[in-house]
């Protein structure tokens, strides 16, 4: 049966996130219902992962699978005149036959964003975190960088990955960069894979080393400890984007 | 008695525009009220000029009087913990006894965004136009070069000025420039004042000369009929931002 990809874009704001759940209004709920409405079937699409509610998507993929073939450009146009206006699918084309959206992902970029100004810039209230204390952003860059390589990531994942045997809390993080942008800066996370929770758990600890309540040089004793209650809290949800997924 | 100036900026999407109006939520009503809260008497903010419904402030201006002297940065800080966070006050700075806000004013700027691409970004909704057809960029271009200067704009005022003399309608914009961005164009008006509705009428009227439906060349005649009825439609008011006011 046909297969195919969809990139999707969605302003997390009023959602429950992106997966299915009892008595919420998802992501996945929506875009699955408007392609129902519209290939007059129930249809499933997975997405490459979940997203938290509050969490916002640049590039999130999605794949679903049709009875037979459908024609993408006016698919894409339905989808779009069905969905509310807070999720645009941005494309959609024809997957191989092996693809997974999430099981073929060999990739992410999330970015998480920090507003410093004292006063919050209205228009950024929902899409950055606003501090109101000041922050050692040469500190916080210096514990940044410890969290980059190859580690085992039970200390910054919530439960939902954590009853998994350790290896699976093993992940590379190709970079985490801190780039400066008007109003504040921005917090570029890529690596091959995410746990659950993991890039707000990292942002939270990150945010206790900037605001001095921790020491940067304390990052791989959290990291070694395999053990949650070691990092910061959970950074809150609408800073944080899901950039883009890759696929091999 | 003193006399401030209060720099603000807001998200103008849920608000009934700047200007108090009966049975609605404007911003002049929320920031009266906040500062009568704190200063425990009844207070008036008087604006650089009203808003409309969903048009966005990215430095509006207002003024208010005071019985006594006030700490202004204990009042900044007190207003934008009473107020939404659509609605920012940037600053507060005391004002000669003669600075009137309204009256004072000696030019401003506004830009209009314009979302081009087939999809809508999603974070631009409420903040851009979208336009689905397709948009002549060097005939907007040029339609728009034609209203630079001093002109009677009574053909792109809305009737609240329209009741005035002819002489009231005379206004020189300094520049009216389009700006390519990502996803589309902004169109960046700044001259010394403007009338009713006069940025969204002219861009509506530029609107359908980049769609096809007008000629660059009839601007000068819409002008000279000074007829509100020989011009565009106003564009939807959420792509408008007020970004500055000058006084000298």
Known sequence: MPKYKALISYDGSSFSGWQSQINSLSVQDLIEKALATILRVPMEIIGSGRTDAGVHALGQVGHFITEKEIETEKVL????????????ILDISE?????????????????????????????KRKYALHLQHKLDIAELKAAASLFVGTHDFSSFANQQSQGSASLDAVRTLHRLDVIEQPGGIR???????????????????????????RLSHEIP?????????KAGRAAEPHGLFLVKVFYS
């Open 95 to 123: 997957a191989p036959e092996d693809f997974h959206a999430r099981y073929s992902a060999t990739g992410k970029i999330y970015h998480y964003h920090l507003h410093l100004d004292p006063i919050m810039d209205p228009f």
């Open 221 to 229: 004793y959290i990291l070694s400890a395999k053990d949650r209650k």
């Open 77 to 88: 146009y339905s989808l779009n005149s069905l969905l509310p206006k807070e999720i645009r």
């Open 187 to 213: 917090l570029e996370f890529e690596g091959t894979g995410f746990l659950y929770k993991m890039v707000r758990n990292i942002v939270g600890t990150l945010l206790e080393v900037g605001g001095g309540k």
